[in-house]
């Protein structure tokens, strides 16, 4: 059985957190702001949730080379181990489920997930 939940909490995150991670792993960086508004989230809620992924070495604040105004939010390379070990368990677990179902497309299911996958890797 799929168990995010778990995965999560070995790793003390939460999945608004780990959702964060995973969007970031695949966009680079984000302003705050953009982080806001893809979390759906006001600034400070964001600002809350990257302060402690920071905390956590798995995000960095930078400071933009066009507009040092501007802060930039990038997945460390931390961030990037925990996403993609995290990710991996779980098309582990799919797989394990889809192996003890008859769904004629699991084949198909499972590399199109890992296709994704490797987009962000």
């Not at 302003?31 to 995000?59: C, F, N, P």
């Amino acid at each position: 059985m799929l168990n995010l939940s778990r995965e999560l909490n070995r790793d003390n995150i939460s999945f608004a957190q780990f959702f964060l991670l995973s969007y970031l792993a695949s966009a680079k960086e984000l302003t705050m702001t953009d982080i806001a508004r893809k979390m759906s989230h006001s600034t400070a809620a964001a600002t809350g949730l990257v302060d402690r992924l920071e905390k956590l070495g798995y995000m960095e604040r930078t400071h933009a080379i066009d507009d040092r105004r501007k802060v930039m939010v990038r997945v460390t390379s931390k961030g990037l181990d925990l996403v993609s070990r995290i990710r991996g368990e779980l098309q582990s677990q799919i797989a394990d489920a889809m192996s003890e179902s008859a769904a004629p497309d699991a084949a198909s299911f499972l590399s199109s997930f890992r296709s994704r996958d490797a987009v962000v890797a």
